[in-house]
């Protein structure tokens, strides 16, 4: 086990000791230590309580936000130079296994992977019946999320209409039962057949199912959103457009938005980050319960490398296609430091009086939106820009204070004319890419753009001097793809090149 002290400019320095629990994952390693050894698995409700625990208990935010074009230098006398996100910054490798790492995602996915595989198995060894099925969807469904993950973020991305044969992530299909087993990391395009395998095969099983706080489960609503977004990295635009649909009730997203030019706006900044997270919201399709100092140190002002001025004044308080800025909520810490005020941390105490616990947030995982701007993005593709438009309106239409139909309407022209480009295609595209990159600052959805459409990121480097460099993360750079941990060698998997 570990202890850490977690520094936060708001709250006292906490010794915050890691155990494995029902709600945080655990300090061991997976892939290089002895298996989780259970109890036996001899019930519905125990299988289904035992899903509940297959979803990763850390957040990718860190790692995604601090990669991409969300996050600028500030400078030497803003923020700390504190790691992981010196590292992030930079494009460089981590070692450590603390917050916010990739190495601590990878162990947390795989754990979740490891209890999907022991509910698969405790249901292919008893005779459950059929009010088990939907339980074995959300296994199934929970175990190609996390792999999925896994793969965007420790593999080359998935390129439409290419072989994909570079390397993949191990792709594990039962529950580890022998102490440092031997894995391959296979192919991005074999782990894509077994993710699209699992999704479709989940997905059909999990009608009836019931859940106790559904939000924290893949329901149909939050599967279809998952398919939707993985038929997107694939490049199947039909079924993006049919998952998107069965997301939400008749295909119509207007009610699940997030109300931000409406409700949001009467929030104070306490009353949104508390609501924007609850189960209870039609917007959030699937949250996640996850140890996470994320908020702290970089939405919470304290890192030097995150959301700075540079992109509050170009992306989250600048104009958009549509004619007009989105509305949305933040605050600044100081002078370059900002924040979208999105999430809210918790704390956990399991010793009040010696202040030990664990801070989390709870983080959604699929937002009803992502559905309909991923149709959008689909019909794009297919050339059907009528429909495609009317998505990116609904969007626009909560998103812009006063909102007026015929002011802030996106048109294939005034998108064309905003971009500076020629195409019909590449303009509502670009649209599509702003609107969620300045819908969803701080939420780690960029850097999944970034890789789908082969974005270089420009990082800027301030010196004390004042003096400004520039350095390029460009789309064919192996650096895209965040190092495997070099304890997964132990069980036979080879690093990514450098």
Request: charged fraction near 20%; proline fraction near 4%.
């Amino acid at each position: 086990m570990k202890t850490l002290k977690i520094k936060t400019p708001n709250i006292k320095a906490f010794s915050v000791l890691l155990v494995s629990t029902f709600i945080f994952t655990s300090c061991n390693k997976y892939l290089d230590e002895y298996p989780d050894m259970r109890t036996d698995i001899n019930t519905v409700e125990k299988v289904a309580q035992l899903v509940g625990s297959a979803y990763p208990g850390r957040d990718y935010l860190a790692m995604a936000e601090t990669y991409s074009d969300n996050a600028v230098d500030k400078g030497p006398s803003v923020g700390h130079n504190n790691e992981p996100f010196v590292s992030l910054y930079n494009w460089k490798d981590i070692s450590d296994d603390g917050n916010n790492t990739p190495t601590i995602y990878w162990n947390s996915c795989y754990e979740g992977i490891n209890n999907a595989n022991q509910a698969l198995k405790a249901i292919q060894e008893n005779d459950f019946g059929d009010k088990v099925l939907p339980y074995k969807g959300e296994a199934l469904i929970a175990r190609a999320y996390a792999h999925f993950m896994l793969v965007t973020f420790f593999a080359k991305a998935y390129e439409i209409g290419k072989d994909n044969s570079s390397p993949g992530i191990p792709y594990v299909l039962e529950p580890e039962t022998v102490v440092l087993a031997k894995y391959e990391r296979g192919t991005v395009a074999s782990v894509y057949a077994q993710i699209e395998k699992d999704l479709e095969e989940g997905i059909a099983l999990l009608n009836g199912g019931v859940w106790q706080v559904p939000k924290y489960h893949f329901t149909p609503a939050a599967a279809h959103l998952f398919a939707s977004r993985f038929f997107l990295f694939k490049g199947d635009w039909d079924k993006v457009i049919e998952h998107a649909n069965l997301a939400v009730p008749n295909g119509n997203y207007l009610t699940s938005l997030r109300p931000w030019n409406s409700t949001f706006r009467n929030y104070t900044s306490e009353d949104f980050r508390t609501e924007l997270t609850k189960a209870d919201k039609n917007y959030n399709v699937l949250l996640a319960n996850t140890y996470s100092t994320y908020q702290r140190n970089d939405v919470g002002g304290t890192t030097r490398y995150g959301f700075g001025t540079t992109v509050f004044q170009n992306i989250y308080n600048g104009n958009t296609a549509a004619g007009a800025a989105f509305y949305n909520k933040g605050l600044r810490w100081s002078d370059g430091n900002y924040t979208t005020y999105v999430f809210k941390e918790y704390f956990y105490y399991t010793n009040v009086a010696a202040g030990i616990g664990f801070p989390y947030i709870m983080q959604p995982l699929f937002i009803a939106d992502e559905g309909l701007i991923n149709r959008a993005e689909a019909y794009i593709q297919k050339g059907n820009y009528s429909e495609a438009l009317k998505d990116l309106n609904q969007f626009a239409s909560v998103r812009i204070t006063n909102f007026n139909s015929t002011n802030h309407a996106v048109t294939v022209d005034k998108s064309k004319a905003f971009f500076d480009v020629t195409d019909d295609k590449e303009a509502l595209i670009k649209t599509v890419l702003q609107f969620k990159q300045v819908g969803w600052m701080c939420e780690g959805m960029r850097w999944f753009d970034i890789l789908r459409h082969r974005i270089p990121v420009v990082h800027n480097q301030l010196a004390v001097d004042g003096s400004e460099t520039f350095m390029t993360l460009g789309p064919d750079d192996n650096r895209r793809m965040f190092q495997i941990p070099q304890d997964a060698t132990i069980a036979g998997i080879e690093l990514n090149p450098r």
